[in-house]
């Protein structure tokens, strides 16, 4: 007998949102080595959003895939950040097209009054840092999971 698959519908697409530190703190440990094009980031400053399309590491089916035996999975995934006021970034050069960014944290810096900075830290001494409102932020799946190409895990995990 065949393994449950996907389309047999027990695992739905993640569609979270996070209001709040705490909550982030979710979204990130799902996000956390995620790889993306620089080409999939999109800020637009007249709606004050900020997303990415990422190619996700499904953290919350490890252990199932280990138990089963079968292959780890990614799935992409659309983050996206509202009440951006401002984007700065390190280390992340658009002009350089080919360039594909990884990852490792998203993490909050509180301001006063709900607002602060949401970081995304990149691989190889990369950053984004957006200025925000309020924690707005939201990880929704756009594609069935596909096989990691890497057959591998990341070797961390938060």
């Not at 799902?30 to 999939?40: C, G, H, I, K, R």
Request: no cysteine.
């Amino acid at each position: 007998m065949a393994d449950a698959t996907f389309d047999d519908g027990r695992e739905a697409p993640l569609n979270l949102g996070a209001f709040g530190a705490e909550d982030l703190e979710i979204i990130a440990s799902l996000a956390q080595d995620a790889v993306f094009p620089v080409t999939e980031i999109s800020w637009r400053p007249a709606e004050r959003r900020f997303a990415l399309l990422l190619n996700r590491f499904r953290w919350e089916d490890k252990d199932a895939a280990e138990q089963r035996g079968r292959p780890y999975e990614r799935v992409q995934s659309v983050l996206v950040v509202d009440q951006v006021l401002s984007v700065a970034s390190q280390g992340v050069d658009r002009k350089e097209r080919d360039l594909i960014l990884s990852l490792l944290s998203l993490s909050f810096e509180p301001g006063s009054d709900g607002d602060g900075h949401i970081v995304l830290t990149l691989a190889g001494d990369g950053a984004i840092r957006l200025a925000v409102e309020a924690v707005e932020v939201t990880l929704r799946d756009v594609t069935r999971p596909y096989q990691a190409p890497s057959g591998q895990a990341p070797l961390h995990e938060t």
